[in-house]
């Protein structure tokens, strides 16, 4: 999901699910956000394949936050972190500036465990999990919803749940996007499919 902000070219996904190949990443993007579940299993040994590719695309920052598949992350944490390379910036529980613009992240994978605060004036938070209630199938964080609600973050990004991929609401403060890609990705490789079977018995 392509976002212009602050003279910045700002592209979020989530859920790839080892799909992320087949992801279609504008060029000249300034800042790229992952918002977890760049893996299929929950087996670290295909994180670091997802690392290089996402090392690899030309950003000024790249921000990672890890999602349920990272599930390593709440196993082991410190191995865990040890994965990440240096073109890649790992927010856990943190807030970063870059340019002007104000990066948060809390750990809901995909719930929030422990009491957290943010602070006000961040223009993006960033968890892999929705809050309660907004296009989350009705499984969202409730603890979540309360810390966005009192936060007041200019965008909330997330992803999570598939069915509600590339979708946005506008709130009363904050704009709600959920930047999964499980289903787009997943419908673009069937139609490929399809399209490439059939040429092949119309040959």
């Not at 956000?33 to 790249?62: M, N, T, V």
């Not at 719930?111 to 961040?122: A, F, G, R, S, T």
């Not at 979708?167 to 787009?184: A, D, L, M, P, R």
């Amino acid at each position: 999901m392509l976002f212009e902000y602050k003279n910045h070219k700002i592209f979020a996904f989530s859920d790839t699910h080892g799909m992320h190949h087949k992801l279609e990443i504008p060029e000249n993007i300034d800042i790229l956000i992952c918002a977890g579940d760049g893996i299929q299993g929950f087996s670290e040994k295909e994180f670091p394949h997802f690392l290089r590719w996402y090392a690899s695309i030309p950003a000024k920052l790249r921000l990672f936050v890890a999602g349920n598949h990272e599930i390593f992350f709440d196993l082991y944490p410190q191995r865990a972190k040890s994965f990440i390379p240096p073109e890649i910036t790992l927010l856990e529980n943190q807030e970063i500036e870059f340019d002007g613009i104000r990066f948060c992240s809390v750990v809901a994978r995909p719930y929030l465990k422990n009491e957290v605060k943010i602070p006000e004036n961040v223009d993006f938070l960033i968890t892999h999990a929705p809050i309660k209630g907004i296009l989350d199938d009705d499984i969202g964080c409730p603890n979540l919803r309360t810390l966005v609600t009192e936060s007041a973050p200019k965008y909330h990004i997330f992803g999570h749940i598939h069915r509600q991929g590339l979708q946005q609401w506008q709130g009363e403060k904050t704009i709600f996007c959920n930047v999964s890609y499980f289903n787009h990705l997943q419908n673009t490789y069937n139609q490929y499919l399809t399209k490439n079977v059939s040429n092949f018995f119309q040959k």
